[in-house]
């Protein structure tokens, strides 16, 4: 079962940074935490993961708070391509991921 | 690196017939692959765990024998859909774990089944 909630929707305009929070109070501590998203009627796209430490790579940034119950997805100048559904995952011990509802983000011009 | 290929993109087949979809992972060898399913406006549903030369793991609520799985290469699983019903209709994504030093799952592009 997924082991992440997520706020339903959100949006953000184009060109600002959107915030995506995501809370996974019963993690583990050596379970890494998966961004993904979708567009629609596509296969999910890896943005970035992480464990302890804050992450960041050509997409995105990953905050995890110390306590690792939560986290936040940044992507730092929103544009339109990135309207989709982003879903944070807390891989299982058993190497399985199980998806949330996610978040549907709607990038406004 | 770390492609996945799904086929078809996308099928319609009467009720009562079977369907078969294929995920390959082009570029790497996958000893597992995951199959999922997803209804409009709902989020991916793991249906089953495919392991390269032994028995699927399926999760609770998927009828094995209606869902068959054969991961029979180190770069092929397929699903079978048997005996589909309209209610069989849905979006299915195959994932498969790359290994090799990467820590991502790469996700096919999708199935979309139809059945009349």
């Known amino acids: 079962d997924a082991k992440t909630t997520q706020p339903t929707s959100m949006d953000c305009a184009e060109g600002r940074a959107a915030n995506l929070p995501c809370n996974h109070s019963t993690i583990s501590g050596n379970e890494y935490v998966y961004w993904y998203r979708q567009i629609h009627s596509q296969g999910p796209q890896y943005i970035i993961h992480g464990l302890k430490n804050n992450e960041t790579n050509e997409m995105a940034s990953l905050i995890i708070t110390e306590d690792r119950k939560s986290s936040t997805l940044i992507l730092p100048h929103a544009t339109l391509r990135d309207t989709a559904v982003y879903y944070c995952?807390?891989?299982?011990?058993?190497?399985?991921?199980?998806f949330g509802t996610g978040t549907s983000l709607t990038v406004i011009p | 690196g770390a492609v996945v290929s799904q086929h078809p993109s996308w099928v319609i087949c009467k009720s009562g017939t079977s369907v078969k979809i294929e995920c390959r992972s082009l570029d790497f060898q996958a000893t597992t692959m995951f199959w999922y399913r997803q209804f409009p406006k709902q989020s991916l549903m793991l249906m089953a765990t495919s392991n390269e030369g032994s028995k699927a793991t399926y999760e609770q609520g998927v009828e094995k024998d209606k869902f068959l799985i054969n991961h029979a290469s180190l770069t092929l699983s397929t699903l079978t859909v048997t005996s589909a019903h309209p209610e069989d209709s849905s979006f299915y994504i195959c994932?498969?774990?790359?290994?090799?030093?990467?820590?991502?799952?790469?996700f096919g592009s999708g199935t979309r089944l139809t059945v009349v």
């Open positions: 994932s498969a774990d790359p290994r090799q030093g990467r820590t991502s799952y790469t």
């Open positions: 995952i807390v891989q299982d011990p058993g190497n399985q991921f199980y």
